[in-house]
């Protein structure tokens, strides 16, 4: 089985610029995680959906950041403007909503904001 | 809102040292707690989790008790291997189905020297 698909793997971007990551799930998963991971510290939860529907994006920074899943399958997650403070990785986890909290994450997309 | 606190942000050991890693959770109602584990250029991956009080968990010869009173779920291995060397994260999510997010600690990065 295949698992988290996640790209690219690495962004370097100056202030300003944007940038869109991009999220393959386990077949058959419902539910999709994005997450956003500063260097040295836990994941943070930025938005996450249950198919193609948006359950909670109360973290996400809705002026640059937004995040899709248009067929409740694969989603993407777009960065308008990059600041410095954005510089992490973005990591995609999916799973069943039966199973909850047994996340499956990808390897993640390290963003570097110059 | 709830949170995890682990107390350690770095440990270093030797192998065939004891481990502990604690853990301390504040959280309405009843969460369950989980253990996951990140290799460098991975994604986190859940080691075990528990639900109840008193419930233990346990995999790969690690383990940690849920205990409600202490709101505590400290990680434990009698002898660390280096190949135990990882960042470990304490997560805890809402009770049954009713909230699938996961709310990381910041880490406790563990290195064990042979």
């Known amino acids: 089985e295949a698992g988290v698909t996640q790209s690219p793997r690495y962004a370097v971007l100056q202030e300003g610029q944007a940038v869109s990551f991009w999220c393959d799930p386990i077949?058959?998963?419902?539910?999709l995680y994005w997450y956003q991971q500063p260097r040295d510290q836990g994941p943070q939860l930025l938005v996450y959906?249950?198919?193609?529907?948006?359950?909670?994006n109360s973290q996400l920074p809705s002026d640059r950041f937004s995040a899709v899943r248009p067929k409740g399958t694969n989603s993407t997650l777009k960065i308008q403007s990059a600041k410095q403070g954005d510089t992490a990785t973005y990591l995609c986890?999916?799973?069943?909503?039966?199973?909850?909290?047994?996340?499956?994450f990808g390897e993640g997309s390290k963003l570097t904001v110059l | 809102g709830d949170s995890v606190t682990q107390t350690e942000g770095q440990v270093a050991l030797s192998e065939e040292d004891f481990l502990t890693i604690h853990c301390n959770y504040s959280?309405?109602?009843?969460?369950?707690l989980f253990w996951y584990v990140q290799y460098p250029g991975e994604g986190p991956q859940l080691l075990f989790r528990a639900s109840r009080d008193k419930e233990k968990g346990s995999s790969r010869g690690f383990e940690a008790t849920y205990d409600k009173g202490t709101t505590s779920f400290h990680l434990r291995k009698a002898s660390v291997q280096e190949s135990d060397s990882a960042v470990y994260y304490c997560a805890l999510s809402g009770p049954g189905g009713s909230n699938a997010k996961l709310t990381f600690g910041k880490g406790t990065k563990l290195s064990v020297k042979s």
């Open positions: 959280a309405s109602g009843y969460p369950t």
């Open positions: 077949s058959g998963h419902d539910t």
């Open positions: 986890a999916s799973s069943l909503l039966r199973n909850t909290g047994q996340l499956y």
């Open positions: 959906f249950r198919d193609e529907a948006v359950i909670d």
